[in-house]
């Protein structure tokens, strides 16, 4: 991991009058660089060959003769061959040259080395560096790690799906679209072994991803993915946010539920195991009587990266739960970093960021307001790592 020292040293190079927000052009780069425009940044989205018109083209920028902002977000966009060519150190001296702070992203740490980026990708990025590596599941201290260390609800882990003896969720990677996932869920062990053999008969697992699966209860309920910020430079008021609360979209398991009984037990051999691929999110809210519970999952999540991952947690991080029947709700993925479903927030904010700010607050923005809070505070240092 990098020494923080080298970070900041690179920071006071930095003309903070003419900081820039930078953001890999995927996962929620919209939402990032939204909200940086809201709070007077220009922006930076590092796109893939390939994969560049929705930054470069359809949501580029432009102004009129006196530099007002006509359309857009996107500021400026490097186009390259991939994208963790980012970490190269000629793009990290123009990076520093244009005085950018980069936003961790999902896609960032996917497609990008994690090693690299903690030993060297010398760049402030706003967040925790050091948490980014807990989001992967093979990993010893991942977030379940530190949810058991912090006493938090989550699903029940089963070791053996011998035992399996209630609906659990296989969690995995899919063979073919790495990035997605491989996910099933299955009643028993005989259920178990017929959806493995169907899902490894059509190349959406491989029984090496198998072997690392994770087993886990399935918490059967809505799902509420909360998007909260915690900010450590708040002197008046409560440093942990509740931003926002979206719900996922995904395929092909929301077209299973859209069709009658009949129509599902028509399914072919291929079409009837349902696939767990992210393709959209929408906006939602809880009722007042439980946000307490949720705040408390959030303090005590707080409290347990600073003790582990010291400094602890900086700015957005999601915790995507599950609740039962009795209002009891269960955490089942963490993201240490700015949410997938944030993009529901741009613009319009969202009712709770809205609330607690008195304007429209989406995650984006309030990130971008954390760093020009920091620069007229003097302690930028201290959102960045």
């Not at 909260?228 to 398991?253: A, C, H, M, Q, V």
């Not at 949720?294 to 609740?323: M, N, R």
Request: hydrophobic letters at 35%; a negative charge; aromatic letters at 10%.
């Amino acid at each position: 991991m990098l020494d923080l020292e080298i970070i900041r040293k690179t920071l006071e190079e930095y003309d903070r009058e003419q900081l820039k927000i930078g953001v890999v052009a995927s996962h929620s780069a919209l939402d990032v660089c939204d909200g940086a425009v809201d709070e007077g940044f220009p922006t930076l989205a590092v796109c893939q060959k390939g994969r560049e018109k929705t930054y470069d083209k359809y949501f580029k920028s432009f102004f009129d003769k006196k530099g007002n902002r006509i359309r857009g977000v996107v500021d400026e966009t490097w186009i390259l061959d991939k994208f963790r060519d980012v970490l190269e150190e000629k793009y990290q001296e123009r990076l520093r040259k244009e005085n950018v702070l980069f936003v961790p992203n999902r896609s960032f740490t996917s497609y990008a080395s994690l090693d690299r980026i903690e030993d060297e990708f010398k760049i402030p990025m706003v967040g925790s560096r050091n948490l980014l590596r807990s989001e992967e599941r093979e990993e010893e201290k991942d977030y379940y790690w530190l949810l058991e260390k912090a006493g938090l609800p989550f699903p029940k882990k089963v070791e053996d799906p011998r035992d399996i003896d209630r609906l659990v969720m296989v969690k995995l990677k899919h063979k073919e679209k790495r990035l997605e996932r491989g996910f099933f869920t299955a009643a028993s062990y005989e259920e178990y072994n017929e959806k493995v053999d169907n899902l490894l008969k059509h190349d959406v697992i491989t029984k090496e991803d198998l072997k690392n699966a994770r087993i886990e209860e399935y918490i059967i309920g809505p799902v509420f993915n909360f998007d909260f910020f915690y900010s450590p430079l708040n002197e008046k008021g409560y440093r942990t946010e509740l931003i926002g609360i979206d719900w996922r979209f995904e395929t092909s398991l929301d077209g299973h539920v859209r069709l009658p009984a009949p129509q599902q037990m028509t399914l072919n051999e291929e079409q009837i195991v349902p696939e767990y691929t992210v393709t959209g999110h929408n906006s939602a809210t809880l009722r007042e009587s439980q946000l307490e519970k949720i705040f408390k999952l959030a303090e005590v999540f707080v409290d347990a990266t600073k003790e582990h991952y010291a400094p602890g947690i900086i700015g957005p991080f999601c915790l995507q739960t599950c609740v039962d029947k009795d209002l009891n709700f269960y955490i089942y993925d963490v993201a240490p970093r700015t949410g997938g479903g944030t993009n529901v927030h741009m613009n319009v904010g969202h009712p709770y960021g809205n609330t607690l700010w008195g304007k429209r607050m989406s995650t984006g923005r309030r990130l971008a307001m954390e760093v020009r809070r920091a620069v007229e505070m003097e302690r930028l240092e201290e959102i960045v790592t």
